[in-house]
T-cell receptor, first 115, second 116 residues
């Protein structure tokens, strides 16, 4: 089956620093990748949708200058949390899809803790 | 606006008992419906999906779901629960967003506990 990896699986950083999270589709080419945020005991909140080679589409209320998304290749998308603050602490999940008619395959998530 | 409701936040069943997790959706057109399971330390895994055709959908791990348009429901069922089924279950509906990327709208999830 299709496998999506995320790196790192968890990260702790100081307030004010930037953190980059990688999302890779290991055995397929993903034309579209999605980034989600999940708070404890809550559902997934879509942050942005990115297509390879183009700018990401952000959901309403998500700061694009704070959450930088790059989808440079068909197998890699990155999410950079810039100038992280404690309120950015969360579980970040990516997913990847071959085409709009296909299901999304999810990565295992990255736990971010900002001190 | 599209929405997904999972009325049960937490359910506890005994191992071997039957299970039904409820999901109701609000969507104007024919929905694309999904059930995912999330276990600690693992990524979300697709259990089953409904796009069209037979309204009773079979999935992995012995799960099935039935699409009922008249009730706007897509309930997940399993005849006999195993201890390993303890996890968080999410229902989702796919909708087209700008650029036809079909994003998923998620329910809040149902946490399933299984008693031995």
């Amino acid at each position: 089956g299709a496998v999506v990896s995320q790196h790192p699986s968890w990260v702790i950083c100081k307030s004010g620093t930037s953190v980059k999270i990688e999302c890779r589709s290991l055995d397929f080419q993903a034309t579209t990748m999605f980034w989600y945020r999940q708070f404890p005991k809550q559902s997934l909140m879509l942050m942005a949708t990115s297509n390879e080679g183009s700018k990401a589409t952000y959901e309403q209320g998500v700061e694009k200058d704070k959450f930088l998304i790059n989808h440079a290749s068909l197998t890699l998308s990155t999410l950079t949390v810039t100038s992280a603050h404690p309120e950015d602490s969360s579980f970040y999940i990516c997913s990847a899809r071959v085409s709009r008619h296909n299901e999304q395959f999810f990565g295992p998530g990255t736990r971010l803790t900002v001190l | 606006a599209q929405s997904v409701t999972q009325p049960d936040i937490h359910i506890t069943v005994s191992e071997g008992a039957s299970l039904e997790l409820r999901c109701n959706y609000s969507y104007g057109a024919t929905p694309y419906l999904f059930w995912y399971v999330q276990s600690p330390g693992q990524g979300l895994q697709l259990l089953l999906k409904y796009f069209s055709g037979d309204t009773l959908v079979q999935g992995i791990k012995g799960f099935e779901a039935e699409f009922k348009r008249s009730q706007s429901s897509f309930n997940l069922r399993k005849p006999s629960v195993h201890w390993s089924d303890a996890a968080e279950y999410f229902c989702a509906v796919g909708e087209d967003n700008a650029g036809n990327n079909r994003k998923l709208i998620w329910g809040l999830g149902t946490s399933l506990a299984v008693n031995p």
